[in-house]
């Protein structure tokens, strides 16, 4: 073989090893979310930030996203509430089970009141009153340490999905 012809050769099998290789790199990508697609469907909470028997404000995945963080003075729901560190914390979707409308939440009254037709829930995101009959939908969640991340399932999310659920 000339010099030439085994040049050509060597560049072909190098060409034809490197798109076998960006191929298969592309497949194993694609099979795992980019970092930056979990973080932005996630909504990470430091929850040694929050303030206690008060009812915080965040958003989730472009929606209102409530949570309450509490000691025993409040009520508690072990079918709504998880426990994280020495507090316990309601996490809640802040849109109506009625219609779709986001509650105001008005801390004289302990209530979260819908604008559209008075619905109204507890703190703990319990129906009261008006036209609504189910809760504030608990998002899917994971406690990692003191950080509560919403948007992901973890073990304390399952769990309390069955003790609903019993
Ligand atoms: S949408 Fe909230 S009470 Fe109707």
Known sequence: ????RRIVNYSLIAL???GVYFSVKTMFNSLEPPKKARLDAATFIDTTTLPLNEVSFFTWQKKPLF???KDASLSLDEKRDVKIGEYYYTVMIGIC???G???KYESDLKRFICPCHNGQ???NGIALSGPV????VIPPFK??????IVGEIGEAYLQLKERANA
Not at 1 to 4: A, E, K, L, S
């Open 143 to 148: 406690v990692q340490e003191n950080m509560l």
């Open 133 to 136: 009959s189910k809760p504030l």
């Open 67 to 69: 949570i309450l963080k």
């Open 101 to 103: 409308c986001v509650p």
């Open 97 to 99: 089970t009625h219609l």
């Open 121 to 123: 829930f507890d703190q």
């Open 16 to 18: 034809a090893g490197s």
């Open 1 to 4: 073989m000339d010099r030439n």
